[in-house]
RNA sequence: GGAGAGGUGGCAGAGUGGUCGAAUGCGCCUGACUCGAAAUCAGGUGUGCCGGCAACGGUACCGUGGGUUCGAAUCCCACCCUCUCCGCCA
């Protein structure tokens, strides 16, 4: 959510936000709603500023003393106008809150112009794709035997589409990846947290995934809880509706933690194989951050999800997102897309976010500035880094000759051994 | 799941219909005393929203949401959470 007195102050920068992410928000009408709710907020306040004094008249009163009856008489009207005022001045901050909620982020001054993702800027790119190319590499869904270790057909009986098994070292991958993320990114100073991965629906509110994609989150019956679709969900919470310690920050912290989406609407073969899923594994990191040093601690984020990628020896690449690409509730991202050599394309392994203070202003998060007013957190985060498209990268980069997959010397020592195997 | 108790400011804890944003204690901040500190004494010390350049004014908040009433921290209803006992169970 904006401060709303951005938007009565300097509504222009609002305008310009808008253009730059290439969206179609009528501003004028949040505007006017807000302008009626704060005529509405005035009445309704003098209305009852009136009731407070006449009921500290009463309270010298005796109770039955026709002063009093009569009392009682006037005030009852003016009890009646107040409910109906605050009826009224209800439904007014409801519509309001609501517009407000349709105003995205302002993205930084550093963001490109742009409309569609062919717009994002290349920020770097690491490692050599064209030592990739060979005779036999291919989709990892192809490789023979994948199907013996990421077992889709069992787990589409067993669940549904999008909900495989990880069998043997197929499973063993994964433990060693994340226990090899984990490790770097606590000696990169993130705390390690595990949190739960059903959230309820103020927690999802309050990161911006309600109102709006309930449509992507499994919901449970009858308790209404969400299965989360990130860590950030509940990490972010985490302080929700506190003042932390200013000198405690930055915090950092780190947590893996199932996800779960449902990805309605997706198919084809851009969802092929390890390339989408409806639950994957992923280490999520997390900051809650002054806002002087916002943007230095968005950069080391970057840089701290980048060495992963290096460690693995996984050419990648670092997208800075364009205006019409950047999220609603960014103000600056960079994703980080690894090279898949087999399917031949790039894979979004991390988007690193900086949101400023706008998910902090609806969770409430705050620090106590020196002068003793409390103060919005910035909050930033990202990826360190998903499971299935890191290791579809994995399996198609160092697929040898043999059928086998050589295991980065950073991950032997996690993994047990120097092949992984698939038949 | 059953029975009972309870949720008040940073913490502890009073307050059962009116002058209560809320006693008192602790903590914290400022000042006095002191070479300095401790102790003592005096004063101060919540958050949001609206108006205002500001000083300041108004209003809301006693787990959450409804209700009763001229008036609710206080009475009624629902929900959430915590604790105790019983039951069940990874």
New binding site residues.
């Given amino acids: 959510m904006l401060d709303?007195r951005l938007l009565r102050e300097s509504p222009d920068i609002v305008r310009a936000a808008i253009a730059k992410k290439h969206l179609q928000v009528d501003l004028d009408a949040v505007i006017a709603l807000d302008n009626a709710w704060?005529a509405l907020?005035?009445e309704t306040?003098?209305l009852?500023?009136r009731?407070?004094a006449?009921?500290?008249d009463?309270?010298?009163l005796p109770?039955g003393s026709p002063e009093f009856i009569a009392?009682?008489a006037e005030?009852?009207a003016?009890?009646a106008q107040?409910k109906e005022k605050e009826t009224a001045l209800?439904a007014a901050e409801e519509k309001c809150r609501a517009a407000m909620l349709s105003l995205p982020n302002i993205p930084h001054a550093s963001v490109p112009e742009g409309a569609t993702p062919e717009q994002n800027v290349v920020f770097s790119t690491h490692g050599d794709i064209a030592a990739l190319v060979s005779a036999h590499a291919k989709p990892h869904y192809d490789i023979p035997g994948f199907n013996k270790l990421f077992d889709f057909d069992r787990g589409a009986k067993v669940t549904g589409a999008g909900f495989p098994f990880y069998v043997g070292d197929g499973a063993k991958i994964v433990r060693a990846l994340l226990q090899f993320f984990l490790d770097e990114d606590t000696k990169a100073g993130y705390t390690e947290v595990n949190p739960p991965i059903f959230v309820n629906e103020a927690s999802a509110t309050a990161v911006g995934q309600l109102p709006d994609k309930e449509g992507m989150m499994y919901e449970t019956i009858p308790d209404r809880f969400y299965a989360i679709p990130t860590a950030e969900t509940p990490l972010t919470n985490f302080f929700r509706d506190e003042i932390v310690d200013e000198a405690a920050l930055p915090i950092c912290r780190c947590a893996y933690t199932p996800c779960f989406r449902r990805e309605a609407g997706s198919h084809g073969k851009d969802v092929r194989g390890l390339n989408r899923l409806h639950q994957f594994d992923k280490v999520e990191l997390l900051k809650w951050v002054h806002p002087s040093t916002s943007y230095a601690e968005h950069d080391k984020l970057r840089n701290d999800a980048e060495r992963l990628l290096q460690k693995l020896e996984l050419p990648y690449r670092v997208l800075l997102m364009c205006g019409g690409d950047l999220g609603f509730s960014q103000s600056k991202k960079y994703d980080l897309e690894v090279w898949s050599g087999g399917q031949q394309r790039w894979l979004e392994v991390s988007s690193c976010s900086n949101f400023e203070s706008f998910q902090a202003r609806r969770a409430q998060i705050?620090f106590r500035a020196k002068d003793?007013?409390?103060e919005l957190v910035h909050t930033i985060n990202g990826s360190g880094l998903a499971i299935p498209r890191v290791l579809s990268a994995l399996l198609e980069n160092n697929l040898q000759a043999d059928g086998r997959i050589k295991i980065p010397a950073a991950l032997v020592p996690y993994f047990g051994k120097e092949y992984l195997t698939f038949l």
Wanted: charged share 40%; aromatic share 0%; glycine share 4%.
């Fill in positions: 709303p704060r907020l005035q306040e003098s009852r500023s009731q407070k006449a009921n500290n009463m309270a010298k109770k009392k009682v005030m009852r003016v009890s107040v209800k705050r003793g007013k409390p």
